[in-house]
């Protein structure tokens, strides 16, 4: 969706797509974005859009993944490659992360800050 001047939102009815949902029921899901014009036909000008999703368990409960699987052609072609694109996910995953743990390190301490408030605010 885009929004135009005015707050207007518009839906762009060249850039339409039929949403496709399959699963193995095990490992996860691959979605196929299937282009299509704005009276529903299928669009071969342009190329269907694949993605990958599935869950990890960590301690802190189910943790969603997904990624789009770059290079599909067809769905067998997406199966193929689900590994790669989840693996690619938690990459990326691991990378953010890591980066959020830089930061966080890297912030000055600033005494009274993000500590227990005075006690004298405190409700009883």
């Known amino acids: 969706m ?3 001047a ?3 939102i518009q839906m ?3 850039n339409l797509y039929r949403e496709e949902t399959y699963t193995d029921l095990k490992a996860g899901t691959v979605r196929k ?3 299509v014009t704005a009276a529903g036909a299928d669009d071969p000008t ?6 990958a999703a599935t869950q990890v368990m960590t301690p802190g409960g189910a943790l969603p993944l997904s990624g789009e699987i770059e290079g599909a052609q ?3 072609a997406a199966i193929a490659k689900f590994p790669a694109a989840i693996q690619r996910a938690i990459a990326d995953l691991r990378e953010e992360m890591a980066a959020m743990q830089r930061e966080r390190a ?3 301490v600033v005494p009274g ?3 227990a408030p005075p006690s004298d605010l405190l409700i009883r």
């Open 2 to 4: 885009a929004e135009q």
């Open 33 to 35: 974005l299937v282009p």
């Open 12 to 14: 762009d009815g060249a």
């Open 46 to 51: 342009r190329a269907p859009i694949y993605s």
């Open 6 to 8: 005015g707050g207007e």
């Open 113 to 115: 800050r993000n500590g």
């Open 74 to 76: 067809s769905l067998e």
């Open 106 to 108: 890297s912030q000055i």
